[in-house]
Nanobody, 125 residues
């Protein structure tokens, strides 16, 4: 069973900072890509940032220079440091794991697309 738990969301004023965390199941021993997506009411879910097992990162143009994604492989945790927040960053932020391999008892199983429950980020002007 794969579980993703996000934390760190909250309300801040424009220009402030937040740091999101996403902890994946400790039974996972291989993850291709972890990332953050966000969705505001009435909008489509959009990519924010991703990081591969090798450490390569990718960012949406709207957050480049302001957000930083990082990970701690030993803890199966991914972070999103968000600086210089803008009101348009307001959304529910979701953690995603793409193509992971994990232990289930003595068996190895694969998951190709897992999502957390989301954490709310609200930026006021």
């Amino acid at each position: 069973q794969v579980q993703l738990v996000e934390s760190g969301g909250g309300s801040v004023q424009a220009g402030g900072s937040l740091r999101l965390s996403c902890a994946a199941s400790r039974s996972i021993f291989s993850i291709n890509t972890m990332g953050w997506y966000r969705q505001a009411p009435g909008n489509q879910r959009e990519l924010v940032a991703t990081i591969t097992s090798g450490g390569s990162t990718n960012y949406a143009d709207s957050v480049k220079g302001r957000f930083t994604i990082s990970k701690d492989g030993s803890k199966n945790t991914v972070y999103l440091q968000m600086n210089s927040l803008k009101p348009e960053d307001t959304a529910v932020y979701y953690c995603n794991v793409d193509r992971a391999r994990y232990w289930s008892g003595t068996s190895v199983r694969d998951v190709y697309d897992a999502w957390g429950q989301g954490t709310q980020v609200t930026v006021s002007s």
